[in-house]
């Protein structure tokens, strides 16, 4: 999934970043987010929140493994910076496990 300006947004005056990923959400997906989030955290000085919308997500191809250890780099990568609120829209239990 190459990510496109239709599924990201960054809302400066807010400081707000929403990734609305479409079709398959997969590692490659999930790599392509986390290395642009790493970009822009490196680029500002000021903190920013993030919202994933899974809305429009058709299926989600992730193992445990593999989300935990982004998760992992995500949390020792970040450390030292600001406290920041993620969140993530889901509308089955499917995609919520």
């Given at each position: 999934?190459?990510?496109?300006p ?28 986390v ?43 970040y ?19």
């Amino acid at each position: 999934m190459k990510l496109s300006p239709a599924d990201i947004q960054f809302h400066e005056d807010v400081r707000l970043l929403m990734w609305r990923p479409r079709g398959l959400l997969n590692e490659a997906a999930l790599e392509q987010i986390v290395t642009l989030i790493g970009d822009l955290e490196a680029s500002s000085e000021i903190p920013f929140n993030r919202f994933t919308d899974t809305t429009a997500a058709d299926a989600i191809d992730l193992n445990f493994r593999h989300v935990f250890h982004v998760a992992r780099f995500r949390r020792l990568s970040y450390a030292g910076r600001p406290p920041v609120k993620s969140a993530i829209l889901v509308t089955s239990l499917t995609l919520a496990h």
